[in-house]
């Protein structure tokens, strides 16, 4: 079961014990991200990300390295619209050296000149990487029309012109208004009982003060325009899709099945639609993404130039015969049978099992054992499923997204 804690200054601290592994994952996860920046800041919760890891003024950036490595554990970080998370993987006996050297991170990293430098080079080389990546790209570019204008559409890297304007001042305000204990959430998941857990993080987190920091939620209800993106590749990757529901909506898990059925294996509609019948893709498939004010619903496939319009005509049939008639009973068994056995799997990690609950409470989700998640997904019903569809698959709540060799024609009627 699951043990949650809340620290005099307001830092929960929610862990579930395991004691048949020899493992402990713990993860700081601070509720800012990309959707908190303004404009002229687009990229700073990145960047931070970045530099926390280069040095303390109790540690160098090889010391922090060399101490994981010599207990035989993970150190990673990584940012998205909504959080940032800073997570350590190691044996159960070293869980005071990981929340050692994450706290040290979070409270006296130095944010040195020198180094800032160094990063910001970095983070640009990676804005290159994507740039130079088409079927990731076009992710991006599918969240910016479809959340047009708002904050969920700002880009995790950034841009290279407001990585390169970011000053170390910015950063430090930055990490000042966000990092705070009212903004953390600290979770666990391994063999260490959650009594040393809250031990170890009261020790080294008790000067860590609270505050208010306001959020810039609001509803999402307008798409922005199709973007294609001309690019000298030998497909066309396109995303086709559009709004779809938020985080603690009751369809999550009609959406959860809809989205199985569809585009999530092999056995999907369109898998089979566009590969195994037609021969027009070598990947494909569909995906959600779940924000506390907003979604997305969205198709991917990559595809040659001659056949993007083939493609996008078989979509969009799929679309219409599932708002029209809903998925075949078999259809519905199979994608419940396959979110079942992925869930229990994936809580085989303990990095995974961490990443739950740290969600569970930093989104004030309901605190559900994965028998009880079984248990909603195998309450919804047909019905439930087709009207998720009606409102996510309708043309007018579609845009398109596409990088290569790419014209609007393509993308019309025949």
Not at 99 to 111: A, E, G, K, P, R
Request: charged share 25%; proline share 3%; glycine share 6%.
């Amino acid at each position: 079961m699951y043990e949650v804690t809340v620290l005099p200054n307001g830092v929960p601290i929610i862990s579930e014990h395991i004691p048949y592994v020899r493992s402990v994952s713990i993860g700081f996860w601070w509720h800012t991200g990309s959707r908190h920046e303004v404009d002229r800041l687009c990229g700073a919760s990145h960047f931070i990300e970045h530099m926390l890891f280069k040095g303390t003024t109790n540690r160098s950036a090889r010391d922090i390295a060399e101490a994981i490595d010599f207990a035989g554990g993970q150190l990673n970080a990584f940012t998205s619209k909504e959080h940032t998370c800073y997570y350590a993987r190691v044996l159960d006996e070293h869980l005071d050296l990981a929340v050692d050297i994450i706290s040290d991170m979070m409270l006296n990293s130095c944010f040195a000149s020198d180094e800032l430098e160094k990063e910001r080079a970095v983070i640009l080389e990676e804005i290159r990487m994507c740039e130079d990546t088409p079927d990731e790209i076009v992710h991006d570019l599918f969240i910016a029309s479809a959340l047009a204008g708002h904050p969920l559409a700002h880009s995790i890297l950034g841009t290279e012109d407001t990585v390169c304007a970011i000053h170390r001042e910015d950063l430090l305000a930055y990490l000042q208004q966000r990092y705070h204990a009212g903004n953390l959430v600290i979770a666990a998941a391994g063999n260490v009982p959650h009594a040393e857990i809250v031990r170890a993080v009261t020790e080294r987190l008790a000067t860590l003060q609270s505050q208010t920091t306001p959020d810039n939620y609001q509803e999402a209800h307008k798409m922005g325009a199709d973007i294609l993106k001309n690019k000298d590749t030998e497909q066309v990757h396109l995303c086709m899709g559009g709004l779809g529901i938020q985080r603690n909506s009751p369809e999550i898990y009609a959406l959860h099945i809809l989205d199985m059925a569809l585009g999530g294996g092999m056995s999907s509609r369109l898998f089979q639609e566009l590969r195994e019948k037609r021969g027009l893709v070598y990947a494909t498939y569909s995906y959600h993404t779940l924000f506390q004010d907003a979604g997305i619903f969205s198709v991917y496939a990559g595809t040659s130039p001659r056949n993007v319009r083939k493609v996008v005509r078989v979509i969009r049939q799929q679309f219409a015969d599932v708002c029209a008639h809903g998925l075949h009973p078999d259809e519905i068994k199979r994608a419940k049978e396959q979110l079942k056995g992925s869930l229990m799997l994936s809580l085989e990690n303990t990095v995974n099992r961490m990443s739950r609950l740290a969600k569970m409470q930093l989104f004030s989700e309901e605190m559900l054992t994965p028998d009880e998640l079984v248990t909603r997904i195998e309450k919804v019903t047909s019905s439930e499923v087709q009207a998720v569809a009606k409102t996510l698959l309708q043309r007018a709540n579609q845009v398109i997204t596409a990088v290569g060799p790419v014209n609007q024609q393509m993308l019309e009627e025949e």
